[in-house]
């Protein structure tokens, strides 16, 4: 059966520290991969979606950048964080061409202080 | 523009009683509906979906929603609540036909009270 593994579940960084963030996904080949944050309060907002290995979309201008160096395997940086990077943030997959039906990771508790 | 309110930021309903969660959308095409469910602290767990067929669709946990074109409303609904559907309910539908984005409502907090 299909896991998706997200770490950490929490971390509380210093602003202007670099950030990393990993998503894997088993079971499957060529998911498709997406990075959420939920904002306090908020609901979600799509950061970056990618269909393939080095294949990333960005939604939303920000510092923050996503890789994804092999087909099962997802990663949110960022060079320096802001204080409106906290967040919890959410990886999730889909089935190659299949365009609905998230699963989602158990999520990332990101303080920035 | 594309779009998904859910209305109510919190909704009460005492347990056995009936819930309803409301949604309501603005997209072209048919839409791809979705409702997830969020516990403190954890990713969305899927609750149930409509693509195409009955309008009235049955998910998990003794949930279903009620797909109604002509008020472009998705509600999600329960015959008799527990304690334990307390949790926060999203609402989600694919932006436009093909892509892979979704757009996600703020959800609603549920607090089922014993």
């Known amino acids: 059966s299909q896991t998706i593994h997200q770490w950490p579940a929490t971390l509380v960084q210093p602003v202007g520290s670099p950030l990393s963030l990993e998503c894997t996904v088993e079971?499957?080949?060529?998911?498709?991969l997406y990075w959420y944050r939920q904002a306090a309060g908020r609901g979600l907002q799509l950061l970056f979606y990618?269909?393939?290995?080095?294949?990333i979309s960005s939604e939303v201008p920000q510092n923050l950048s996503a890789s994804r160096p092999q087909d099962r395997q997802f990663i949110l940086s960022s060079k320096k964080l802001l204080l409106s990077d906290s967040g919890f943030y959410l990886c999730?997959?889909?089935?190659?061409?299949?365009?609905?039906?998230?699963?989602f990771g158990s999520g990332t508790r990101l303080t920035v202080v | 523009a594309q779009s998904v309110a859910q209305p109510e930021d919190q909704v009460n309903v005492a347990e056995g009683n009936p819930l309803t969660v409301k949604c309501t959308y603005s997209?072209?095409?048919?839409?791809?509906l979705f409702w997830y469910v969020q516990y403190p602290n954890r990713g969305l767990q899927f609750l149930l979906k409509y693509i195409t067929g009955d309008n009235l669709v049955k998910g998990s946990y003794g949930f279903e929603a009620e797909f109604n074109k002509s008020q472009t409303s998705f509600h999600l609904k329960k015959p008799s609540a527990l304690v334990s559907d307390s949790a926060l309910y999203f609402c989600a539908v694919r932006e436009s036909p093909g892509t892979y984005k979704y757009i996600f409502g703020t959800g609603t907090r549920l607090k089922v009270l014993a």
């Open positions: 079971g499957t080949s060529n998911p498709n």
């Open positions: 990618s269909v393939g290995i080095g294949q």
């Open positions: 997209v072209s095409g048919n839409p791809y």
């Open positions: 999730a997959w889909t089935p190659w061409g299949q365009t609905y039906g998230y699963t």
